[in-house]
């Protein structure tokens, strides 16, 4: 069983990014609570699928994930046998917010490059959706800020920010 504390920040398969409100008891069935940041809503999320939530990082871990904007090179798919698509489908899938940001800069650093495949670059949207709201709730930025962030070009200059 997980451990979570009220204030704690969340994501799930149901909810992009929120903050944990604590259990909830609703006609003998366990729940947890979760606020939704982007919908402002509070969802439900039956305590026997605990195991699709996870708690994300707190803001100075994540501004220390963000350095990795700063490198312009492929950071873990240099010597890859296989599909690259599959591989970052794969480490994306994993549910780890380093990862995710990860897979998200070396398909950047192949788009600044050329060279992303078409299934690469649909992949490297749906990951920047889900990463925008979970590090606009974690940084308490806007999302275009976030984007910022982001971008290899203009990490360096807002990190000093």
């Given at each position: 069983?997980?451990?979570f504390c009220e204030g704690d920040y969340v994501s799930s398969t149901?909810?992009?990014?929120?903050?944990?409100?604590?259990?909830?008891?609703?006609?003998?069935?366990?729940?947890?609570?979760?606020?939704?940041?982007?919908?402002?809503?509070?969802?439900?999320?039956?305590?026997?699928?605990?195991?699709?939530?996870?708690?994300?990082?707190?803001?100075?871990?994540?501004?220390?994930?963000?350095?990795?904007?700063?490198?312009?090179?492929?950071?873990?798919?240099?010597?890859?046998?296989?599909?690259?698509?599959?591989?970052?489908?794969?480490?994306?899938?994993?549910?780890?917010?380093?990862?995710?940001?990860?897979?998200?800069?070396?398909?950047?650093?192949?788009?600044?490059?050329?060279?992303?495949?078409?299934?690469e670059r649909k992949l490297k949207s749906r990951i920047k959706e889900?990463?925008?709201?979970?590090?606009?709730?974690?940084?308490?930025?806007?999302?275009?800020?976030?984007?910022?962030?982001?971008?290899?070009?203009?990490?360096?200059?807002?990190?000093?920010?």
């Open positions: 069983m997980f451990k149901e909810v992009a990014a929120g903050e944990y409100v604590g259990k909830d008891n609703i006609l003998g069935n366990d729940y947890h609570k979760v606020y939704d940041a982007k919908t402002k809503l509070t969802l439900f999320i039956p305590v026997e699928d605990e195991y699709k939530i996870k708690k994300l990082p707190r803001k100075s871990t994540v501004k220390n994930y963000l350095k990795i904007f700063n490198q312009y090179q492929l950071l873990d798919c240099k010597d890859l046998n296989g599909s690259r698509y599959k591989y970052f489908k794969s480490k994306a899938e994993c549910n780890n917010l380093k990862a995710c940001l990860e897979v998200f800069h070396d398909l950047e650093v192949l788009q600044l490059k050329k060279l992303i495949s078409p299934s889900r990463l925008v709201d979970e590090l606009a709730l974690i940084l308490q930025e806007e999302a275009d800020f976030v984007e910022g962030l982001m971008n290899l070009q203009g990490a360096r200059n807002e990190l000093q920010r």
